[in-house]
């Protein structure tokens, strides 16, 4: 089973959609979550943390489910600057402090 | 506003050659990485650098690859004899006492 695992997409949304990306991870040990976005033959940048609690960052909210080892990612009001790959990014051990990724989920958003 | 610099941004090279890919990490920070990315594959972690020793490694990072901080501010990838499978974009991050890892813009490795 992979460590991280998403939905590839693409998701092909028009301007001013609502869109919604899912993440499972493996270890259930897992200590720390992120959704970093990464645009073509660009580095990774990180787009927010993930808390317990839920948390938003402007059109931006993130949730994380210990329980289920479930991280999502809500894009309200989709703009044409947001299409890139969403990785959904794990630490695993927090001794290390290396991060894990998922392979991303391409967002499309179309005029 | 301070980022992760990398170079060259681009390497072409043949296979058995050495490369050695250069980072200057944010000037505050004291942990250091290496990632990789082939290309349409996800991110994946060779080395971690602390306190001018590795710690810890992947099992990719074998005995082909190793790291140095020679000076205050470099820290370097080395591949001894490059492959045609270490064809890919090597990212170089940096974090200082919070999680947040900073990632360069990468420099895209070639091996013919």
């Known amino acids: 089973r992979k460590e991280v695992e998403q939905d590839p997409g693409p998701f092909n949304v028009p301007e001013g959609a609502t869109v919604a990306f899912n993440c499972t991870y493996s270890n259930s040990a897992s200590q720390s979550f992120f959704w970093y976005r990464q645009d073509c033959r660009k580095e990774p940048k990180l787009l927010m943390s993930v808390y317990s609690s839920g948390n938003e960052d402007g059109r931006f909210t993130a949730q994380l489910n210990r329980a289920s080892q479930y991280i999502s990612l809500l894009i309200r009001d989709s703009k044409l600057s947001d299409s890139a790959t969403y990785l959904c990014?794990?630490?695993?051990?927090?001794?290390?402090?290396?991060?894990?990724f998922g392979s991303g989920t391409r967002l499309q958003v179309q005029p | 506003e301070p980022e992760v610099t990398q170079t060259p941004s681009h390497q072409v090279t043949q296979m058995g050659q050495e490369v050695i890919l250069r980072c200057v990490p944010i000037?505050?920070?004291?942990?250091f990485y290496w990632y990789r990315q082939i290309l349409g594959q996800k991110v994946e972690f060779l080395v971690s650098?602390?306190?001018?020793?590795?710690?810890?490694k992947s099992e990719i990072f074998d005995d082909q690859f190793s790291v140095e901080r020679p000076d205050g501010s470099n820290f370097t990838l080395k591949i001894r004899s490059t492959k045609l499978e270490d064809s890919a974009m090597y990212f170089c991050?940096?974090?200082?006492?919070?999680?947040?890892?900073?990632f360069g813009p990468g420099t895209r490795l070639l091996v013919l």
């Open positions: 991050a940096s974090r200082g006492g919070q999680e947040t890892q900073y």
């Open positions: 990014v794990v630490i695993v051990d927090t001794g290390r402090r290396a991060l894990t």
């Open positions: 000037s505050n920070h004291l942990y």
């Open positions: 650098f602390y306190n001018n020793e590795i710690s810890e």
